[in-house]
């Protein structure tokens, strides 16, 4: 009677188990997770945990790897933005010290009073100097350009026409702004600033100060 047992070489082999998978907390970092990756580990054969292992320590290796290239990458940003930021205030600082230089030589060159001294005149009429006039700021101090009055002292009204026109426009300009548009050499004016024709023709210097703010040119 033959044997019905099967040949032991043709029996599968044991299902070999691992009990030395080790799983890096900085791999997983919940307990939940690692509890739950532990219950399948333990039904991988020894090669299958062996290469699981192997990709697991190199996880440390890349996640360090991803780390250095983003701060590397976040120090080049902000590297970019300091250079950048200081680009800028140097180009700032340039423009205030130039702008600074000009306020200094239009002063030096126009007649102007005190801010009190205008004030003191403007309460001889319905004026009001900060409202109807420019008022030009400069190292903590208020000046009063004198071509804004006429030969009796008084603001002219040709002056707080004018102004006042200039101040329609958007954004409202600074006075230095202003200022800096009256003593610009204009095409429509024959090369002339419109401070020199306002006294001649204050007409024309309006209506190009209309044309002027109504196309943003100030």
């Known amino acids: 009677m033959s044997s019905t047992s099967t040949s032991p070489a043709l029996e599968p082999p044991p299902r070999q188990l691992t009990p030395s998978v080790k799983i890096s907390d900085d791999a997983i970092s919940t307990t939940s997770s690692r509890r739950t990756i532990k219950a399948y580990f333990s039904n991988l054969s020894i090669e299958q945990a062996s290469i699981l292992s192997r990709v697991l320590a190199q996880i440390p290796a890349i996640l360090e790897g991803v780390r ?20 800028t205030i140097n180009k700032l600082n340039a423009q205030a010290w130039a702008t600074e230089r000009w306020h200094e030589a239009v002063l030096r060159e126009l007649s102007y009073m005190t801010l009190t001294d205008a004030a003191a005149r403007c309460e001889l009429g319905p004026w009001d100097a900060r409202l109807d006039l420019l008022v030009l700021a400069h190292q903590g101090r208020s000046h ?75």
């Open 68 to 87: 250095n290239k983003h701060l590397e990458q976040t120090r080049t940003a902000m590297r970019e933005a300091f250079e950048l930021s200081i680009d």
């Open 144 to 218: 009063v350009p004198a071509f804004q009055f006429d030969s009796n002292g008084a603001p002219a009204a040709a002056w707080i026409t004018l102004i006042a026109e200039l101040r329609r426009a958007k954004p409202i300009p600074a006075d230095w702004d202003i200022l800096a548009w009256l003593l610009r050499p204009h095409p429509l004016l024959n090369g002339c600033a419109p401070l020199h024709i306002q006294a001649t023709n204050p007409q024309r210097v309006r209506q190009l100060a209309y044309a002027n703010r109504r196309e943003h040119l100030l």
